[in-house]
């Protein structure tokens, strides 16, 4: 399938990496971001590094990776409040649980949290969980809140899950990201 591109070179997207199982596949989209013509910058949650490390996302995306709010060099030069304006796009992939709550209850405790309640670019939610907690009303409601507000949502899809489950809670495949991020780029 041939990649959609973005509408100018170098189109800013801000990847934020959450902590589940599918953060192994965010590494994938940040290669069809870069195909899409997409200058990538990845921020990750403290619960994401635990399951992929920063060096794959930063050899990657060609771009030093954000980890956390109190990076003293990171603030110094592109703080957060910079890097929430830089982004013409922002898109959480792998959307836990737990960042789908605090972001459409507007926490800002950490980095993630923070950079998306300080945006004001287009958002899309790519959730990848285990299906009963995607089917758990306080997900169900903190997604439409989150949908009431302009945010949108690719997948999850239904099928296996890690934890040799079946339902809905996969993470949408990556080109299916990068095609909805086209439409509304
Ligand atoms: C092995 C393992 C796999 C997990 N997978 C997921 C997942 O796919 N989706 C999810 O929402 N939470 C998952 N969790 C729980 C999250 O890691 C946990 O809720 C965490 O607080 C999320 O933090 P974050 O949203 O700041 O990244 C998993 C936890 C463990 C230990």
């Not at 796009?89 to 980095?111: E, F, R, S, Y």
């Not at 907690?133 to 997900?139: E, K, N, Q, S, V």
């Not at 997604?143 to 296996?160: E, K």
Request: with cysteine; hydrophobic share 50%; charged share 15%.
């Amino acid at each position: 399938m041939q990649a959609p591109r973005f509408p100018n070179e170098a189109y800013r997207v801000l990847l934020c990496v959450c902590g589940g199982i599918a953060a192994y596949k965010a590494a994938e989209l940040v290669r069809r971001l870069r195909d899409a013509g997409a200058d990538v910058q990845v921020a990750m949650t403290e619960n994401a590094q635990r399951f992929v490390g920063a060096p794959t996302f930063q050899a990657l995306s060609h771009r030093a990776v954000r980890t956390s709010l109190w990076d003293a060099q990171a603030e110094a030069g592109m703080g957060h409040l910079e890097l929430a304006a830089w982004a013409q796009q922002v898109v959480v992939a792998p959307a836990t649980a737990n960042t789908l709550a605090k972001l459409a209850h507007g926490l800002a405790d950490d980095l993630v949290s923070t950079l998306c309640l300080a945006t004001t670019a287009p958002m899309i939610l790519a959730p990848a969980m285990n299906h009963r907690m995607w089917r758990h009303p306080a997900t169900q409601a903190n997604v439409v809140l989150l949908l009431s507000r302009g945010a949108r949502l690719v997948g999850p899809d239904d099928g296996p899950l890690a934890e040799g489950e079946s339902g809905p809670g996969r993470m949408a495949a990556p080109e299916r990201i990068v095609a909805a991020m086209g439409a509304c780029a």
